[in-house]
């Protein structure tokens, strides 16, 4: 009897850590093909915290958030945003994509990508008044873009263009925001923008789930990490998850040793 008390409790506590948190993923499966790109995967992302997603290339990465996201179709397991699926929580959620992902083949300036963002306010039949644009400018201003608002995206660089989707994040005034590798071919004066914006969301009670690469800065940029190499190896706060036994089972053999070394310094 104690024992299924026991039980129940635990369940109605994750029940309640579920439903509280801005992104919780169950026994989450994709596959493109024969075998899983992602493999009965659970996620409970903290609220108000800055989580790091991390693995190897191809681990799943990329993978799991557009399936979080219902963007894709998986096999198997299912999201819920803030408890409620993310049809339903759509307007809290701003998703910044791998950037090679994007193609930009008609012509679009950057002030309208950014006021993109701000559909959910206008609707979709709604009209663009002085406000709306005042508040893109705002944005872009935010991420240091502001003097490009009428130049076409396309004729931006992949930096210039990173920053530019941050913007259009931002205008959504989201509470989730979900940004697949950020800081991927941006100089470190771009890199520094950009995780400056995201530390302002979460100290301003957002939470921030970033996909990233550089191991180097995991320490310095978030709170909390999720490793991942098609299954999740290990999740939590940096301080206990972030080490090199973990590293080693979500690497394996493709860390390099210069890599490890330099890793030495930077984890727990
Ligand atoms: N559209 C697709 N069709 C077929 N296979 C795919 C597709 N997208 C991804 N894959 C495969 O699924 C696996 C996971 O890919 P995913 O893009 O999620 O990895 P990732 O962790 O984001 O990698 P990276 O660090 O390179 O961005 C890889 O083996 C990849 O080749
Ligand atoms: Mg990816």
């Not at 205008?171 to 004066?189: K, N, R, S, T």
Request: hydrophobic letters at 45%; aromatic letters at 6%.
């Amino acid at each position: 009897m104690s024992i299924e008390l026991a039980t129940l409790n635990g369940q109605s506590a994750d029940r309640a850590a579920r439903d509280q948190s801005p992104l919780a993923i169950r026994g989450m499966t994709v596959s493109y093909g024969q075998k899983p790109a992602v493999f009965s995967v659970d996620m409970t992302v903290r609220p108000g915290a800055m989580t790091a997603i991390i693995g190897p290339n191809g681990a799943g990465k990329s993978t799991l958030l557009k399936a979080a996201l219902g963007i894709i179709t998986p096999l198997a397991g299912t999201s819920t945003v803030f408890g409620k699926t993310v049809a339903r929580q759509r307007d809290w959620i701003a998703y910044v994509p791998q950037r090679a992902s994007v193609d930009w083949d008609f012509p679009t300036r950057v002030i309208d990508v950014v006021m993109m963002g701000l559909y959910a306010q206008l609707g979709l039949l709604g009209r663009v008044r002085a406000h709306h644009r005042a508040q893109a400018l705002d944005c872009l201003a935010r991420v240091g873009m502001q003097d490009f608002a009428t130049r076409q995206i396309g004729q931006l660089s992949g930096g210039q263009q990173q920053r530019v989707f941050l913007a259009r994040a931002l205008a959504q005034q989201a509470d989730l925001y979900l940004l697949d590798e950020p800081f991927a071919g941006v100089d470190a004066a771009t890199e520094k923008a950009i995780i400056d914006v995201l530390k302002s969301l979460r100290d301003a009670g957002k939470t921030v789930v970033a996909v990233h690469h550089d191991l180097s800065t995991v320490a310095e940029y978030f709170d909390d990490v999720f490793l991942i190499n098609t299954q999740a190896v290990a999740a939590g706060p940096v301080a206990d998850v972030f080490t090199q036994e973990n590293l080693q089972a979500t690497y394996g053999g493709r860390l390099a040793g210069a890599q490890m070394d330099s890793l030495s310094a930077a984890t727990a």
